[in-house]
C-alpha cells in the first residue's frame, strides 16, 4: 500500500483532487479470487463514502 493524489471528474465537469491509496494486490485469476476483490472494493467504497474504487488489473507470471 502506498500513498497516491487522486483526481475525480464531478458530474458538472469540475475535477476534484483528493488523497488516495494504492493498493498492490496479487492473486489468483478465478472466479472466488474475483469476488473476493470486489467485496473488498464494496466495503472500502461504503464505509469512505466514495462513488466509485478504481480496479486496475493485469496478468502476470510469477516464479514459486
Known sequence: VWEANGQWRRPDGD?????????????????????????VIERYRQKFEQESVLWESARVCIAS
Open 15 to 39: 475535477v476534484d483532487y483528493e488523497r488516495s491509496k494504492v493498493l498492490l494486490l496479487v492473486h489468483p485469476s478465478t472466479p472466488i479470487a474475483r469476488t473476493a476483490v470486489q467485496t
